[in-house]
């Protein structure tokens, strides 16, 4: 399952998953991993469907072009809501449903091959780092340290994991937050 995670993230092998497998000891391999990588599947195939697109013969420009449509039919927002940390490998190539990503993709007019998900890949971090923390059998300093040795808490997502940390927190949206 570590497979699916690294190859979204980009990460390094076989550290990343010697990683996960030391999150997953810690939780009594509660099979955290494998319980985002389903809610990652479930959402993906229903903003699909919702764009009226079949799950098993899609491919990735199909999709890439979907999302593009929608930022311009101003449909973006109530699609991708809560999306932030979705992404998916279509044809060899990571799509992000990440609002953010699909925006300045669009924006920026970028090709299917230049598309951005960095976005995408700092909120399924952020995401992938909380479900361990908040599992009632992890030790946050523990599971920071392990986290940190496998590259998911890049300095570069300290304000991303502050911001959402306190937005979970508080049940106030980052705009709220930000005030």
Known sequence: MARFLQQLLDAQEPMFSRGIAMLEKSTGHSSVDVRLIADITEQSHAIMRQLGLDTSD???RELYGALISAVHSGSIETLLEDADYVMMKLDGKIISFNMIDVIENAHHKLPYANQTITHGQRSLRGELLSRYIDHARTDEVTTRQIAESIGLLPGDDAWYNFVK??????AKPVKEFIK
Do not use: N, P, S, V
């Open 165 to 170: 940390y306190h937005e979970k927190q508080t």
């Open 58 to 60: 899609t491919t990735g």
